[in-house]
């Protein structure tokens, strides 16, 4: 679908020079000499590369629509990720790399979003936080919970991240899943 450069926003995913792209970043520029303009920080949807555009305010681009669907993780054999339909059943097979680093909050089970162009799997995202353990984490050092300092933990999938002086090994915590950060105690 056909839209005006001044309608580009935030998370639209356009079709621009035969790649799909989505729109990180916009700016309305008008300078003071010449016509207003649209500039536009986008990342491609398929490669990861990024993409800085203008466009004439008066420019159509093309807006391609998505289909999202739920999908349940099922397991990883190698470097693939297999997952399920929740209405259809049928399993689909994608490579890890469509998920990134984010693979490794991947539990049996979980429900993901798939994004389909075309029906053909152009992105995975994950819920925005799950609860895991920590498994290892440095003892608490007195004198030092006065401030808010962090310290390293690994948690049960193995992934690394900064919790706060009185966590302890065996707790269990909210973790961001797109930042790989530490969001609060579990309750």
Known sequence: MKISANEIRIGNVLEHNNKLWIVTKTQHVQP???GAYIQAEMKELRGGSKLNERFRSAEAVEKVFLDEKPFQYLYQDGEYLYFMDQKTYEQIQLPIDLVGDSSAFLSDGMVVTICLYENEPISVTLPQTVILEIVEAEPVVKGQTATSSYKPAVLSNGVKIMVPQHI?????VV????????VERAK
């Open 32 to 34: 003071g000499k010449g």
């Open 175 to 182: 973790v961001d899943t797109t930042e790989a950060t530490y």
């Open 168 to 172: 302890e090994a065996g707790t269990r």
